[in-house]
């Protein structure tokens, strides 16, 4: 069964960290392109980083250089490590891997 859960939101104060991971299950993450988005309550979802099979990453301006995206190819899992974080970040996180979504999970920076 093909399926993504996401995990490790949560409540964080400015300047601070989290690492999201979104487990992969049905295919292998290696070979996949996979994506992360964020939706803040009223708004439309919104692209935050992506990393193709060829290892290539790309990141919205707003995140460059704070967040990066990696994967685990033995755990099959695909991260999201948020450094530095701002009250604007706050949103729910879903990964995706073309027309496949995970639940989401909320990560509120607040202090």
């Known amino acids: 069964q093909v399926r993504l859960v996401e995990s490790g939101g949560g409540l964080v104060q400015p300047g601070g960290s989290l690492r999201l991971s979104c487990a992969v299950s049905g295919f292998d993450v290696r070979w996949a392109s996979m994506d992360w988005y964020r939706q803040i309550l009223g708004k439309t979802r919104e692209f935050v980083a992506l990393l193709r099979p060829s290892g290539a990453t790309k990141y919205a301006e707003s995140v460059q250089g704070r967040f990066n995206i990696s994967r685990d190819n033995d755990k099959n899992i695909l991260y999201l490590q948020m450094n530095s974080l701002k009250s604007e970040d706050t949103a729910v996180y879903f990964c995706?891997?073309?027309?496949?979504w995970g639940q989401g999970t909320q990560v509120t920076v607040s202090s």
């Open positions: 995706s891997a073309g027309s496949i």
